[in-house]
């Protein structure tokens, strides 16, 4: 659209009285045309029916070709700060200055792809830096608490348009807003992380169960997640970790609440049904029986039969040794937070069921959801981690 123009027309049309001021214009002709040659209008009066047809086009400039006025860096007044800030005082600054943001500031890039937002963990600290293409970048943007980002002033104001500075200014706490965060309460980022330890674990457990009753995979064609992938270029080819661990603030809608937890089951659906079919048919359970269940049930019931096996102190050796078929199906309370889960991943699916009669069954006080849903996400991310990390002991317990 460079150098063309936004133009709006308009057009009136209507039949009026012979009047003496219109015939004037008219000059003694049953038919004239008023305005001159690229003029903004045309005007035509007619003789019709013994009245007088008037119609009138237009067309306005609404939309000039010139770009419009950025908003400068230079000159924004920060919290706390008694001077406009420019390019040269930031980076002539010695000290760390720190600048507080709603952690919403990073929607803008999460959710487009042209913008690169991988979280990145350093020294036990975790980035969320925003770059463009390779072309600009954020620094040091360090997550605070559940929805606060901290970065330095110096490295707010490195090069990068005006424009992404301005937008970061447009999110900026002031230090009574800062005190109201609780600085150690954990943030979406830290959840996703743990989610993905119990699944790597989960992983390693299973290969080694799997080895150990004849039925061999890797742990990572298990969980889908391989350490030294991890350990080289963290979440980069992980796009799934990044969309899980996108913003989260407390007032999410419930609509996005369901994405998220959709997201939540699907991170752990790689498990492959036919290798979990195969660890409780070696079990000594019947594969007609066995083949019925899903993913989730299947867990269920490896989960019970590892749970029966060390309540009587056995080890691995005798896997196969005692199938109780009766208990293969027994709910198991410890993976409740799936169950929930995988019930509102349906009603996210199907817009069918109760929301909050879910998160009721899950112990999570419903009255909290007048604030929005970041709450209730932060309760079922929790308890889905806590349903793997109790999966994982019992686990352990048997093959250790």
Request: aromatic share 8%; proline share 4%.
């Amino acid at each position: 659209m460079r150098g063309t123009y936004g133009v709006r027309v308009f057009y009136y049309e209507a039949l009026v009285p012979d009047e003496p001021e219109l015939r004037a214009l008219m000059a003694g002709d049953a038919h004239v045309e008023l305005g001159v040659e690229n003029d903004w209008y045309k005007v035509i009066i007619q003789e019709h029916q013994g009245r007088l047809l008037v119609r009138v086009w237009g067309a306005v400039v609404a939309i000039p070709s010139e770009l419009c006025l950025e908003r400068s860096a230079n000159g924004l007044m920060w919290p706390d700060i008694t001077q406009p800030m420019s390019h040269d005082r930031a980076d002539a600054l010695t000290e760390i200055v720190p600048v507080y943001l709603d952690d919403r500031f990073l929607e803008r890039y999460e959710q487009n792809s042209l913008f690169n937002t991988v979280p990145v963990r350093v020294h036990g600290r975790w980035l969320c830096s925003p770059s463009y293409l390779g072309q600009w970048s954020f620094t040091d943007c360090r997550r605070v608490g559940r929805n606060m980002i901290v970065i330095p002033m110096r490295e707010l104001y490195k090069p990068k348009p005006d424009r992404e500075i301005v937008h970061a200014h447009d999110y900026v706490l002031d230090s009574a807003r800062v005190a109201e965060f609780d600085q150690d309460k954990e943030h979406i980022v830290s959840k996703t992380q743990r989610l993905l330890d119990q699944l790597l674990e989960l992983g390693d457990h299973l290969e080694t169960l799997g080895t150990a009753i004849g039925e061999p995979m890797p742990a990572d064609k298990i969980v889908g997640f391989s350490k030294a992938e991890l350990n080289a270029n963290g979440w980069l080819n992980y796009p799934t970790l990044c969309h899980l661990a996108q913003v989260a603030p407390l007032s999410m809608t419930e609509q996005a609440f369901l994405a998220r937890c959709k997201n939540i089951h699907e991170l752990w659906q790689c498990i492959p049904n036919n290798f979990l079919c195969k660890l409780i048919t070696k079990a000594g359970h019947t594969r007609s029986i066995v083949k019925e269940l899903g993913s989730l049930k299947l867990l269920q019931a490896l989960l019970n039969i590892v749970e029966r096996l060390n309540a009587h102190g056995e080890m691995v050796e005798v896997f196969g040794s005692s199938a109780i078929p009766s208990g293969l199906s027994s709910r198991n309370t410890a993976l409740s937070a799936l169950f929930v889960n995988y019930d509102l991943r349906i009603t996210d699916a199907h817009n069918t069921g109760d929301v909050l009669k879910y998160l009721e069954s899950l112990g999570f006080d419903i009255a909290a959801v007048n604030e929005g849903y970041g709450r209730a996400l932060d309760h079922v991310f929790d308890g889905v981690i806590r349903a793997f990390k109790d999966l994982n002991v019992e686990l352990d317990k048997l093959l250790t």
